[in-house]
């Protein structure tokens, strides 16, 4: 028999709706991926060159469990030239991926029972990963006419004496909602440990972007180089905690992990150190299309009122055309060949969306809009 917990864990729609996707292709159909939320860029020239220069000069074993202080030195000048804030490299651990650094993290911190609140719609492993290690999540809703951003007197009425932490993403998957200074100060102020995902850090359209550093230091802060250095296959993050988090989280990261590849580490550390011109570039190209599809989204006749400020996603309201976005969503891709995320994905209180992640280029994009026309003018004749 298999365990219980394995046969509990929900899947994660995305990667099945990616899986269809990829039968589909392998069958000759054209599909238009706009579920997936990965960067379409390669990774700039002179990381990759640095990987590989690592490579050759042997550095192909293991390292300190917490990561080459080199690199923890470099995470740490990143945060305090970026935001102004004072980073320990005793307080940060290099990781394989903002994931890992997740699920460690709330091994750290709960005990059966202990709560985390958390974001409804929000990235789908989050109460997953709070359930595995034992934890409650405690979701609290997050509106579309605020555009999805907190609400920090609802998160007032949901701590308990059993709340350990809130996590705040911003920006936010799947929303693309850009947390305000004002609300990331206010939640600082509620008591519990705040655990800040940043991994869509630098993925910021308007305004600038703000660490929960700022405000507090009882935060454990998730970071990564997958999405805004367009390193998803590399496998590397990190995340700083207070203090009496950091031997916890090494002892985990020893025993389930062991320590992220060094020379992964080495291009880390190139890709915080070297100006990189492809970077601003990838931005300008991600806000060009964001321009482009919402828009036209909200053409379809799908609910978008206001426009997302960062990461890479649209979370577009489609109630006026169904009240199961899972079977719409399959329906748009074996109808439309047109590759979404149903909302249910990322909450209960989801239901009536979809999400759609602009990690594709404008051609493709326009290609896929043009396909969703045409699948809902068909539905509606």
């Known amino acids: 028999m298999v365990s219980r917990k394995s046969a509990e864990i929900p899947s994660f729609i995305v990667m099945d709706v990616l899986d269809r996707a990829c039968e589909l292709e392998r069958e000759g159909v054209d599909v238009v991926h706009m579920e997936i939320g990965e960067p379409d860029f390669d990774t700039p020239p002179a990381i990759v060159e640095a990987g590989c220069r690592a490579l050759k000069d042997g550095h192909t074993h293991y390292t ?5 202080v080199e690199l923890r030195e470099a995470i740490a000048r990143h945060l305090s030239e970026r935001y102004g804030v004072s980073a320990d490299p005793g ?4 990781t394989m991926g903002s994931s890992p650094a997740m699920l460690m993290a709330f091994a750290s911190l709960l005990d059966p029972g202990d709560e985390v609140i958390l974001p409804d719609p929000g990235y789908p ?7 595995y290690v034992g934890g409650t999540p405690v979701a609290v809703k997050v509106r579309e006419a ?19 932490a809130i996590i705040v993403n911003s920006p936010a998957n799947p929303t693309g909602c850009v947390t305000s200074p004002a609300v990331l100060e206010e939640m600082a102020g509620l008591g519990p440990l705040v655990v800040s995902d940043e991994i869509y850090h630098g993925m910021t359209y308007e305004g600038e972007d703000h660490t929960i550093l700022e405000y507090t230091d009882n935060a454990i802060v998730l970071g990564g180089f997958s999405k805004r250095w367009a390193m998803t ?12 988090y950091i031997r916890p989280l090494q002892k985990l990261q020893q025993n389930f992990f062991i320590c992220p590849a060094g020379f992964v580490q080495k291009a880390g550390v190139a890709a915080l150190e070297t100006a990189l011109p492809e970077l601003e570039e990838m931005i300008r190209t991600y806000d060009a299309r964001r321009r482009m599809l919402v828009p036209a989204l909200r053409g379809l006749g799908l609910g978008i009122p206001r426009d997302p400020g960062g990461a890479f996603y649209v979370f577009g309201n489609v109630k006026r055309f169904t009240d199961d976005c899972y079977a719409f969503a399959f329906e748009i891709l074996e109808k439309a ?5 149903p909302g249910v994905d990322f909450g209960d209180e989801s239901e009536g969306y979809i999400r759609f992640s602009y990690a594709n280029s404008l051609e493709r994009l326009a290609e896929g809009v043009k396909r969703l026309e045409a699948f809902l003018q068909g539905r509606a004749s």
């Open 337 to 341: 060949h047109v590759a979404v995320t």
């Open 233 to 244: 296959g590399w496998r590397l993050g990190w995340v700083t905690a207070p203090e009496k």
């Open 146 to 164: 605020e555009g999805f951003e907190y609400d920090p007197a609802e998160i007032r009425r949901q701590i308990t004496p059993r709340t350990k």
């Open 125 to 131: 492993c989050y109460p997953n990963m709070v359930r």
């Open 91 to 94: 307080r940060i651990l290099a």
């Open 64 to 68: 300190h469990s917490m990561g080459d």
